[in-house]
Structures are given as C-alpha cells and as structure tokens.
C-alpha cells in the first residue's frame, strides 16, 4: 500500500507536469461543476439546499472516486496506483497555475490591458482599472492562495489517509477538491444558497493555508528552518488581514519573503509599508510558489510512504 500511493503522488506530479489539465471534455471536475451548477438558483428553501449541497454533492465526488480506485485495485495493485494517480492528477493543479501567474506577469509590462485579460484565469476580482503593479500584485497572491486550494488541500487529504487505505485516500482528495469547488461556484454573500459551502470551505482549508505557508517560506529561505521560520513569524502579522480566515496565511508569508505589498484594493494590504512588486519581484514570486509546489509533492509522497 505505500508504494501504491506514493507511486500515486509521483505519477500525478508527472502528469501535472507534462499537461497541466487533463482535457475539459474529459476533467471529472469540469463534469462535478456541471452537477452544481442547477443548484445556483432561487429556491424556496435556501438554507436546506445550502446545507444538502455542502453535504452530499462532495460526498458523492469522493464515493466515485473512492469506487473508480477500489475496483481497479481488485484487478492489480497497479492498476490501483494508476487509478489513484489519475484521481489525484485530476484533482491538483501547479503547472498551470504557475503559467497563469507568469503570463499575468509578463503581459503587464508589455501590455496591460492583455495583462488585465490574462489575470482573469486567476483572480475573481474586476481588474479593468488595474494598474500594472496591481496586476502583478493579484497574480502574484493569487499564485499562493491557490497553492492551497488547488494543490496542498487534495494532496494532503489524500497523503494522511494513504495509510488506511488507497481507495480512501482517493475519496479524500476528490472529496476535498468537491468542498473547494463547491465554495468557488456557490460560496458567496450574493448566493443565498452557498453559505455553507464557504464555512464547510473555511473549515477544510485551515490546515491546508497553513501549510502552504510553511512550504512558500521554506521555498523562499532555500530550506533554511531559522529563516523560514522567521518569514512565516512576519507574514502572521498581515495573515488576518484579508477576510478569508486562510486566504491570508500563504500570501502574507509570500509578500514578506519577496519584501512586497500585495493588495486587493479597499479589502486589505499585505506588508503595506512596501512597494507594489516589480515584474521582477513578481516572477521571483511566482518561482517561489513553484517551489513550494514541488515541496509539497515530495512531501505527501513521503508522508503517503510511511
């Protein structure tokens, strides 16, 4: 069972690497986002369809997950791995977060209205009136807020659990992944329907956020425990600044390692007694969330080992 599902995480690293997202006609998120979709309405009860949706939707993302592994297993133990690792594959995402981030990035230089264009893949925010600095600024905290969400949660979900079981561990991942694109479609103030989306969100991410932190300050200090430590001891200072009560761990450590503000106009600055980061700055940024992400693999193909 280790070498299963650490084989499992190698073998979504690699994917990860060569093609970034499995195709959309064929991403089993793209389909889980089709089976939200109906519930992103009016309804007469909103708070029983909050609830149910937080629940059950996730829940039945892990169950096919969890039952695609389990069967393939019963063939091979290989064919298990190879299952487990196109669940996780299919669950994470770094190479094409870090492409975004440095496309963003590049552009705002060149040309900011592309630049602008480009920062939508990103960040959920209206960036018509952004400057150049503010693009960078969003790309760049965008890049490690979504080292959380998008790589460390499902990862981690699936290295705690491996032990038990890798069918479980699978089921953990999607299940997690389920939580995260259940709060990004539904979970907001505007969405009656969504509220317990986010908290069950804020919940599931508390851990992951931290962490992500944790491997962005490792990153940035070259693996060096005391100057990591020191940087995460800096970026707690602005980490409850932003609204979400994780978002901010992750980005707050980035901009204290890149000595940088980063901002979201009128919501909350991070090291606001620096400057907005250079294209230069940025892109060091964005090699530092990469980084991270390739700690955060080999660490939940260590953990999945043991």
């Known amino acids: 069972m280790p070498l299963t599902a650490a084989a499992a995480v190698g073998l979504a690293a690699g994917l990860d690497r060569l093609f970034a997202e499995p195709p959309a ?17 009016e309804w007469r009860r909103p708070r029983i369809v909050a609830v149910a949706a937080a629940a059950l939707l996730p829940l039945l993302a892990g169950g096919v997950a969890g039952g695609v592994v389990l069967a393939a297993t019963g063939v091979h133990p290989a064919a298990g791995a190879l299952a487990a690792g196109l669940v996780l594959f299919s669950t994470t995402s770094l190479r094409m977060l870090l492409d975004a981030a440095r496309e963003a990035t590049a552009l705002s230089e060149a040309d900011l209205d592309a630049a602008r264009r480009s920062l939508r893949a990103l960040a959920g925010r209206d960036a018509s009136s952004l400057s150049a600095g503010e693009v960078r600024s969003a790309a760049t905290e965008s890049a490690a807020e979504n ?18 079981s890798l069918p479980l561990a699978a089921a953990a991942a999607a299940w997690v992944k389920g939580v995260n694109t259940l709060d990004s479609m539904l979970g907001y103030r505007r969405k009656p329907v969504g509220w317990a989306s986010a908290r069950l969100d804020d919940f599931v991410m508390w851990l992951p956020a931290r962490l992500s932190a944790a491997l962005i300050a490792l990153a940035a200090a070259g693996g ?3 100057a990591a430590l020191d940087l995460l001891r800096r970026g707690a200072r602005w980490a ?24 979201k106009p009128g919501v909350y600055a991070l090291n606001p007694s620096a400057g907005a980061p250079s294209a230069a700055e940025a892109a060091r940024g964005v090699r530092v969330v990469g980084r991270a992400g390739i700690l955060a693999y080999a660490l939940a193909g260590v953990v999945a080992w043991l």
């Open 25 to 41: 006609r064929i991403h089993p998120v793209v389909w889980f986002g089709r089976l939200v979709a109906p519930a992103d309405r």
């Open 147 to 164: 080292l959380a969400d998008g790589l460390v949660a499902p990862l981690a979900a699936f290295a705690l659990v491996a032990p038990l």
């Open 224 to 226: 060096r425990p005391s």
């Open 240 to 263: 409850r600044e932003p609204p979400s009560p994780n978002s901010g761990w992750p980005m707050a450590t980035l901009a204290a390692a890149l000595s940088v503000e980063l901002a």
